[in-house]
C-alpha cells in the first residue's frame, strides 16, 4: 500500500508506529514541540521514500526509526543552531544504529519460547500486547478484565519474562529487551 502510494497508507502506519516513532525522536531532542514537528516531517519523509524500503535490508520498522531518529538529529541541530549554540554536545547514543538493528523481533520464535514458559495470564497478555500490538484498553476489553488489571499484569509479566531470560543465560537480551518493550509500549 505504502509503495502504491495510496492516501490510506500513511494514516494506517502514523496511527499504528506514531507513538513508539515519537519516542524515539522525544530521547532524542529532548522537548516535546520539537519532537512533534519532527514526528511531522518524519512521517512525510517515509511517505516520500516509500519506494527505497527493502525488506531484505532489514524490518519497517527500523527503517522509519531511522528516518525519524534522522529527522530528529535534524530538527536538533537546527534549533540548537537558530538558538546559537553548538551541536558538539549531542549524546553519543544519537549516532548508533545499535538500539535498532541489534533489537530482538517480538514474533521471533526463540522469544515466544521463551513467553511460552510464563504462566498462563502474563502469557495472554504479552501475546496481545507485544505480539498482536493490542493496547491495553483493547486488551482489556478482549479479556473483559478491567485496565488497571491488565497494566498491573503486563508489569507482572515484563518481570517474570526478565527473570525466565536471566534464568535461561540472556543477562543482556533480558535488560535490552525490556528496557525496549517498556520504552515502546508502556511510555517509560
Known amino acids: 500500500m505504502l509503495h502504491q ?7 494506517l502506519l502514523y496511527e ?4 513508539a516513532l515519537y519516542n524515539i525522536i522525544l530521547q532524542v ?15 512525510l519523509k517515509i511517505w516520500e521514500k516509500a519506494e527505497q524500503y527493502d525488506p531484505a535490508k532489514g524490518r519497517f520498522f527500523t527503517w ?9 538529529i535534524d530538527a536538533l541541530r537546527s534549533s540548537q543552531f537558530k538558538q546559537g549554540r553548538k551541536t558538539d554536545s549531542l549524546p553519543d547514543s544519537v549516532y548508533t544504529d545499535e538500539a535498532f538493528s541489534e533489537a530482538p523481533e517480538l514474533g521471533d520464535p ?4 521463551i513467553v511460552g514458559m510464563m504462566d498462563e495470564n502474563s502469557r495472554k497478555v ?4 507485544f505480539f498482536k500490538n493490542y493496547t ?3 486488551a482489556s476489553e478482549l479479556l473483559g478484565i478491567p485496565l488497571g488489571t491488565i497494566k498491573s499484569r503486563s508489569r507482572k509479566a515484563l518481570m517474570e519474562l526478565r527473570e525466565i531470560l536471566k534464568n535461561e543465560g540472556f543477562v543482556s537480551l533480558a535488560l535490552f529487551s525490556l528496557a525496549e518493550i517498556v520504552r515502546r509500549y508502556l511510555g517509560y
Request: with cysteine; charged share 25%; proline share 2%.
Open 5 to 11: 502510494k495510496q492516501e490510506g497508507a500513511v494514516t
Open 16 to 19: 499504528h508506529y506514531s507513538p
Open 29 to 43: 531532542v529532548g522537548q516535546e514541540s520539537i519532537a512533534e514537528e519532527a514526528l511531522q516531517d518524519a512521517f
Open 64 to 72: 522509519m526509526a531511522r528516518i525519524c531518529r534522522n529527522t530528529a
Open 110 to 113: 526463540a522469544l515466544r519460547k
Open 126 to 129: 504479552i501475546d496481545l500486547l
Open 136 to 138: 491495553q484498553s483493547e
